[in-house]
């Protein structure tokens, strides 16, 4: 049996800003990382000790992890960053401001953009691509994604780098993002694709869930 724990990143500037922003790279706010603490002495409460830790290449996900290990005490075990734990990009979106939007295209169109599982932001005409990326693809950055498009980029990390080191009874410990984490709540809990506008994560909300050793889940807990 082992354990993993998903943790959206605390509040970053365009949460509080209410700004979509996708892989677009801001900071926390001091209120994030007051989340992020908050966070991680919650989780260091349950005394679990992690195999590894995965997060995006993001900062607001990567600064929060580095605050909850330090909660943890747990600095030392091997941290992995990948771009299938980045948020789902916005596509043209970014860089807007949500109250905006809505006022532009009405609540249901926006909700649609935000919620659904298939519906595809308006697409950027070009990318002009991160150099972190480069490693990986010249092409790497899409123009845009559906929930749909974010789930199958994410599921291939889940199979191949978290799964096999739960079924070898190491913890393990996630710090993403909204729309990747229930992208992987979808996928964990099996919620059909018409449930899932209902799903929300909340900045600096660790959940855990417990296994048995076929991966089937025996326990969902919000700490």
């Given amino acids: 049996m082992a354990t993993l724990v998903i943790l959206r990143h605390g509040e970053s500037v365009a949460n509080r800003d209410n700004i979509f922003t996708g892989w677009s790279d801001v900071p926390l706010t001091a209120k994030g990382r007051q989340q992020a603490r908050a966070a991680g002495e919650m989780v260091a409460q349950t005394g679990l000790q992690f195999g590894a830790l995965h997060t995006s290449m993001l900062q607001r996900a990567i600064v929060t992890s580095n605050i909850v290990l330090d909660c943890l005490d747990q600095l030392a075990i091997p941290e992995y960053k990948s771009w299938r734990l980045n948020e789902r990009h916005y596509g043209a979106l970014r860089g807007k401001n949500?109250?905006?939007?809505?006022?532009?295209?009405?609540?249901?169109?926006?909700?649609?953009?935000r919620r659904s599982f298939k519906t595809v932001p308006p697409l950027l005409k070009e990318v002009h691509q991160d150099r972190r990326y480069d490693r990986y693809s010249p092409h790497l950055e899409p123009l845009g994604e559906s929930l749909e498009m974010a789930y199958h980029?994410?599921?291939?990390?889940w199979t191949n780098q978290v799964a096999p080191r739960l079924l070898?009874?190491?913890?393990?410990?996630?710090?993403?993002?909204?729309?990747?984490?229930?992208?992987?709540?979808?996928?964990?809990?099996?919620?059909?694709?018409?449930?899932?506008?209902?799903?929300?994560?909340?900045?600096?909300?660790?959940?855990?869930?417990?296994?048995?050793?076929?991966?089937?889940?025996?326990?969902?807990?919000?700490?």
Avoid: C
Avoid at 98 to 113: F, H, N, P, S
Avoid at 194 to 218: C, H, Q, S, T
């Fill in 98 to 113: 949500k109250a905006k939007v809505r006022a532009e295209v009405g609540d249901q169109q926006l909700m649609t953009w």
């Fill in 153 to 157: 980029r994410l599921i291939p990390y």
């Fill in 168 to 223: 070898d009874g190491q913890n393990q410990l996630i710090v993403a993002h909204g729309s990747t984490l229930r992208a992987l709540i979808k996928y964990l809990d099996r919620v059909p694709d018409a449930d899932i506008a209902k799903v929300e994560v909340a900045n600096g909300e660790p959940i855990r869930y417990d296994f048995d050793d076929r991966l089937r889940v025996l326990q969902k807990t919000v700490l």
